[in-house]
């Protein structure tokens, strides 16, 4: 693994997660207000964030990999 993909990974590994939380957060906020049952809104919310999540870590590792290539 090269060193500009490993840095893909730790930027993704530490900002996937900010991006999860925050797509829960403002997904839990605008659902509570359209459905009443509490539990829809956190398994909705969490899926959100969950997809969020791992969509923003695998671009990273493409767009590490895509520049280590671009570098050689």
């Known amino acids: 693994m090269t060193q ?3 840095l893909a990974l730790v930027l993704g590994l530490i900002f996937s ?3 999860g939380l925050m797509a829960f957060v403002i997904t839990y906020e605008e659902y509570q207000h359209h ?3 509490r539990r829809r ?3 909705a919310s969490a899926g959100a964030g969950v997809a969020t ?3 923003f870590l695998l ?3 493409i ?3 895509l520049v280590s290539k671009v570098g050689q």
Do not use: Q, W
């Open 4 to 6: 500009t993909v490993r």
């Open 17 to 19: 997660p900010l991006a």
């Open 35 to 37: 459905y009443p049952d």
């Open 41 to 43: 809104v956190m398994r």
């Open 53 to 55: 999540f791992v969509v």
């Open 59 to 61: 671009l990273s590792l």
């Open 63 to 65: 767009v590490g990999m």
